[in-house]
Structures are given as C-alpha cells and as structure tokens.
C-alpha cells in the first residue's frame, strides 16, 4: 500500500523586502565606517518603502494563481520586515488572512552574529580581528561568533520547522517568509546537500529581497514522493512590477 503523502503539496520560500537595515548597511560601506547606524533593535528593522512595493509585486504573483494554487499557509519570521512582508503580500494577492493559517514562528529568525552585530568588515577588523580569524579558519558554515549562531546552528532549529511541515502541514500550499540565510539553510536541508554545495551555491548567488525558492511534491521522486526544487531566487514579478531588484545582505553583519 503506497504511504501516504507527508509533505505540503507547494512550498514558496520568500525571503522579505527590502528593510530599512538594507538601506543604512550600503550607507555604512560606502562611507567606510566600522558601525552600521541603527538605532532598534534587528527584530524591530522595518521594510522600505522599496521593500513594501517588493512585496506587493510578489503578492501580484500570487493573486494571479488559479484560486487552487494559491497558498493555504504562511509561516513567518517573526522579525518586523518578515512578519510586515507576509501581510503585505496577502493583501496584494487578495487572500483573506481569516481564511488561512497564517503562523509567527521564532525559528525563521535571521541567523544571529552576536558580538558581531551591525559591524561592517572594517569594524570586525578593528575590533574583532581574532574572529574574523576563526571565521577565516573553520570556514562560515561552522564559525560560531560569540552570543551568534553559525550556519550548523540554524540548520538545527529548522531541522523542527521541517518536522511542523510533515506533521501539520501536508497536502498544504505554504508560503514561507524569512532571511536571506535560512533561504540557503532550507536548501540544504530539503536537497541533502553537503557544506560544500550549498556554499558553493551561496558563493555565485545573492539571495534577492522578495525573490521566491520553491518546490513541488513529486510522488515518484524516492521511495515514497519528496519536495523537487521549481524556482530559485526567482524574481521575475519584482521586475514585472517595475521595481529595483535588491540583493543586499541585511544590515546585521558584513558577512553572511
């Protein structure tokens, strides 16, 4: 007797819009400054204006779905930008937030840099050279700043997230809204790659603010059906909107 299907029938991953954290980390490097000027916390960083067209234009994308396709289930970071992202695109996409699950889950966070926090490479020069250092040596996959997470770290807590997917969220269409990181980290996971595949992968692309990664079931991938990859920092609805496609690391850290 075939086993039953365990995973979603879509999932979208959308990393959110462009933040006002974008914008001040591009203003830090060109002046060459060692801090970037923020004045809240990373959570409370919210979109631009840019990024709230953004996520309107992706929203388009999916108000154009047949009403079949459309999602069923959004799963968000719980960070301003995310959560501001996810709401946005519903409204644009004509979809009732009373008529889906819509879930705030702490574990889509952006990864955590710790004593790292809102430094450019200059300043983690200056102040921290003994961690760049240990960056330089255990690679960013493994490097753990101190109080932050490491790539292993993040990919432990989504371990779980992909867990609430098989148990709760099969034969779903789900729409995940979260950080440029944990974009590459559910590649990872969902491919089995190794660390150095999805480096590589990281390396030749910048993951861009409202682009959607996606994948359908495929029942006759594996033993019993998996999630295949459709789409990778897919942004052709920002472009059909008009607007500027962004691709700028969050204003966190310097170094992803």
């Known amino acids: 007797m075939p ?12 990393r959110h819009g462009e933040s006002a954290g974008n914008v001040a980390r591009d203003a830090a490097v060109a002046a060459g400054l060692p801090i970037i000027d923020l004045q809240m916390r990373d959570v409370d960083v919210p979109l631009s204006s840019l990024g709230e067209r953004q996520a309107g234009a992706v929203g388009h994308y999916f108000g154009q779905l047949p009403p079949n396709a459309q999602p069923t289930v959004v799963l968000t970071s719980p960070y301003v930008r995310a959560q501001h992202t996810a709401h946005l695109l519903l409204a644009a996409a004509g979809i009732n937030e009373d008529n889906i699950q819509f879930v705030v889950d702490e574990r889509l966070r952006e990864k955590e840099f710790g004593i790292l926090d809102r430094l450019t490479l200059v300043g983690i020069a200056e102040q921290h050279p003994d961690q760049a250092e240990f960056r330089r040596i255990l690679g960013k996959f493994y490097h ?11 990919i432990l807590r989504l371990r779980s997230v992909i867990e609430t997917l098989t148990r709760s969220h ?29 480096l590589s992968i990281d390396h030749t692309n910048e993951i861009a603010n409202c682009s959607i990664t996606s994948y359908e079931f ?3 991938l594996g033993k019993h059906g998996k999630l295949a990859l459709k789409l990778f920092n897919f942004v052709a609805p920002v472009e059909a ?4 496609v962004t691709t700028k690391p969050d204003a966190k850290v310097a170094i992803k």
């Open 218 to 220: 495929d029942p006759q």
């Open 144 to 154: 753990r700043p101190p109080g932050g997470e490491s790539w292993t770290d993040v």
């Open 241 to 244: 909107a008009g607007e500027e």
């Open 3 to 14: 086993k039953e299907q365990k995973w979603p029938d879509c999932l979208w991953i959308v």
């Open 170 to 198: 099969s034969h779903e269409r789900v729409v995940i809204v979260c950080h440029s990181v944990v974009v590459l980290c559910f590649r990872y996971l969902f491919e089995r790659m190794t660390e150095e595949q999805i």
